[in-house]
């Protein structure tokens, strides 16, 4: 009997160190994951600021096809390339200033790219792994074969305001989704607050669609370039209400054959688009500064009245560079930040959406299980 005795206590012991070394291993593979999942949100986060500097430089047509440019991985740089290929897009010679922004920021988009599809195989590979996050990352991988889509037909459809904002919106789509991704994942840096209530969720889901109202306003309002329709601040071109058309600043498609670098509306047609953006401006200021304010209410759970200033600090400085875009001409470096702090903006109403949905269902949708 002893000898027995002896055989189960080594099993037993080989049973235990086995499930510790695959428990190990698990653990190791989550925070492996969301260390990339977090890495790929930066990265995403320096796409959008170039996208916004390509854009905002003129350069979005600086290599005519796609993928390449003028037929390269790189830009063309020896004479006879360059003849090459100003021989073939006649109507686009070669700027190399400018081909390099584009391309400066294709190579970032397309490991982005790569490091999204990491993750979703990545997740499919720990689908059984509880709490594994696993419809994001893959509907991630979804989102930016769209992204790439949509980049394309950006140049090949040259600049079509739609595409462009469309394009745009992807970008800040990506990025939300792998914040959500890297906040619902096990080792999220800020667990969701229990117990916060319907209401304040639904208030925080308001706030969240306003918000990418407004970048998608702000994206209408670039990709038309009416940002200097209104020079002066807090009137438009003199008027607290000047002259508008609604019905010809948002006419959604207006064709593929049109060249839309430098915009084909009206000037009353730009200014329509870009009043309404400020009227928008005005809306997210008012109801999202209102949100952050009555955090602060006593009785809010801890947590949400010390997010509170950061979401305030986010509205105070996209509203402040904004402001600057107009007082100052639009420098590229404020308009980039501005891009930028919408972002930042953007990602507060995420968290925010995050904490106040509390812990049930932090998985839900997105475990290997339910997925």
């Known amino acids: 009997m ?3 005795d002896v055989v189960v206590d080594v099993s037993g012991s080989i049973a235990t160190n086995r499930a510790d070394v695959i428990g190990a291993r698990d653990a190791a593979g989550g925070a492996g994951f969301h260390r990339l999942a977090r890495f790929a ?3 995403a986060f320096a796409v959008i600021l170039l996208g916004a500097w390509v854009r905002l430089s003129d350069a979005g047509l600086g290599c005519p096809d796609w993928p390449g ?7 063309p740089a020896e004479p006879h390339e360059v003849a090459r290929a100003n021989a073939i897009y006649p109507e686009r010679p070669v700027e190399t200033h400018k081909a390099w922004k584009e391309m400066i920021h294709r190579y970032f988009a397309g490991t982005l790219g790569l490091v999204v599809f990491v993750l979703a195989g990545w997740a499919l590979a720990r689908r059984q792994q509880p709490g594994q996050p696993v419809a994001v990352p893959v509907l991630l991988a979804g989102v930016v074969i769209l992204q790439a889509l949509l980049g394309m037909w950006t140049v090949t459809i040259r600049l079509n305001p739609t595409i462009v904002m469309l394009h745009l919106i992807g970008g800040f789509t ?4 792998l914040w959500w991704l890297v906040l619902r994942s096990p080792g999220s840096p800020l667990p969701a ?13 308001v706030g969240l669609v306003l918000v990418i109202g407004q970048i998608m306003l702000g994206g209408w309002t670039s990709a038309n370039y009416a940002a200097l329709h209104c020079p002066d601040f807090p009137t438009c071109q003199g008027d607290w209400l000047p002259p508008l058309d609604y019905g010809e600043a948002f006419v959604p498609w207006r064709g593929s054959e049109l060249d839309f670098e430098g915009g084909v509306l009206d000037n009353t ?14 809306l997210v200021l008012l109801y999202v500064g209102g949100l952050a304010l009555w955090l602060r209410r006593p009785g809010q759970p801890s947590r949400l009245r010390r997010f509170a ?7 105070a400085l996209q509203i402040g560079l904004g402001i600057s875009n107009v007082v100052f001409s639009l420098p590229l470096p404020v308009a980039v930040a501005h891009n930028g702090g ?5 990602l507060s109403l995420v968290t925010l959406n995050h904490l106040v949905h509390g812990g049930e269902g932090k998985g839900r949708g997105m475990s290997g299980e339910e997925a």
Do not use: E, K, Q
């Not at 990506?174 to 989704?177: I, K, P, Q, V």
């Not at 047609?269 to 005005?282: E, K, N, P, Q, S």
């Open 69 to 75: 440019c003028y037929g390269h991985l790189d830009v």
């Open 309 to 315: 200033p950061v979401l305030l600090a986010a509205l």
């Open 2 to 4: 002893a000898g027995n």
């Open 41 to 43: 949100a930066v990265l």
């Open 342 to 346: 919408g972002a930042l903006l953007l």
């Open 269 to 282: 047609a730009r200014v329509t688009i870009h009043f309404t953006h400020r009227l928008g401006a005005l």
């Open 174 to 177: 990506t990025l939300s989704l």
């Open 193 to 205: 607050t229990a117990g916060s209530g319907r209401r304040l969720a639904w208030l925080a889901g």
